[in-house]
């Protein structure tokens, strides 16, 4: 069984860029037949699929972010990573990292959750 | 807004069995499998279900879901006050390419 773990800061001011990492442990990225993505939930508010990535580099975004959404794996160090620029209050939410039910799509359903970690923007 | 349509709440009693609905489009349920989560307050959601009525290891059986057509449903029978949570379907939108989620359901045990 995989697990997660999701860092980052806590606070990232308007405009700025905000960078999330997963590490991944109990499974190899590289070579992994499975996606990993990143879902947030604002606060009080339902869940938003971000983007996912294969180990290969080949990677899917949620076409309303895809302008500002940069995800990218490191599988020397077993992480991926997320990027979210020009950020805004709106952005304020849990940001999961994850890893898909299914091999190989990434439709599917996502099966391990890491905890998530609590992004404010805030000035 | 959300794609897929859920009911905001939803409750039974202990022993009860209780259907919560995902109602979407040819788009995204017409054409794809439905998943279901599960999410407890200040927690990462669950998977219950996938492949539209799969459910992984170590999920009871008191959970089932099914799919038809452009919807899909959640069913827990024999409900328990632990089940009270957040309830979540999502599939793929061929349309949007992308995955979407249901609003989500509360459900609670009374």
């Known amino acids: 069984q995989p697990q997660l773990q999701a860092s980052g800061p806590g606070l990232v001011k308007p405009a700025e860029t905000l960078s999330l990492s997963c590490t991944v442990s109990g499974d190899s990225i590289i070579n992994s037949p499975y996606f990993w993505g990143w879902i947030r939930q604002p606060p009080g508010k339902g869940l938003e699929w971000i983007g996912s990535i294969f180990f290969s580099g080949t990677t899917h975004y949620n076409p309303s972010l895809r302008s500002r959404v940069t995800i990218s794996v490191d599988t020397s160090k077993n992480q991926f990573f997320l990027n979210l620029s020009s950020m805004t209050a709106a952005d304020t939410a849990v940001y999961y990292c994850?890893?898909?039910?299914?091999?190989?799509?990434?439709?599917?359903?996502?099966?391990?959750w890491g905890q998530g970690t609590l992004v404010t923007v805030s000035s | 807004q959300s794609v897929l349509t859920q009911p905001p709440s939803a409750s039974g009693t202990p022993g009860q069995r209780v259907t919560i609905s995902c109602s979407g489009t040819r788009s995204n349920i017409g054409g794809n499998t439905v998943e279901w989560y599960q999410q407890f307050p200040g927690t990462a959601p669950k998977l219950l279900v996938y492949s539209n009525n799969q459910r992984p290891s170590g999920v009871p059986d008191r959970f089932s879901a099914s799919k038809s057509g452009t919807s899909a449903s959640l069913a827990i029978s024999g409900l328990q006050s632990e089940d009270e949570a957040g309830y979540f379907c999502?599939?793929?939108?061929?349309?949007?390419?992308?995955?979407?989620f249901g609003g989500g359901t509360n459900l609670t045990v009374l």
């Open positions: 999502a599939t793929w939108d061929d349309s949007l390419s992308c995955v979407i």
């Open positions: 994850s890893r898909s039910a299914v091999q190989r799509v990434v439709r599917g359903g996502f099966h391990h």
